[in-house]
């Protein structure tokens, strides 16, 4: 049964990203390009990171980034902020990017 608090606020951010890795010449070139920008993501940020789409094409790969807050503006803030910064790395080309934030139970159920 679930009960939350009365003052319960929990919520699911997701980033998704596609990104092109560029000079990549192989599946381990993008990988390699890809595991660079998960690594510092998650050492930086402490977020979930997985690669999710694109696993066979040796350019182009999706990262999905995922965390957790009681605060779903600063989820929005934090997370696009992140895109923003991996731009700026420069070891990849973010082709999209799209925010996603939900709930993360349904009360009702």
Known sequence: MFLP???????????????????????????????????????????SVAEVGHLEDTLRGVLLVATVGNEPRLLRSVLDGLAHEIEGWGQVVVESRHVEVQPAFDASR
């Not at 606020?9 to 390009?33: F, I, T």
């Open 5 to 47: 608090a009365h003052d319960e606020s929990a919520w699911v951010g997701v980033l998704r990203l596609g990104l092109v890795v560029p000079g990549a010449r192989s599946l381990k070139d993008k990988r390699r390009g890809l595991a660079a920008v998960r690594d510092r993501v998650r050492a930086r940020h402490g977020f």
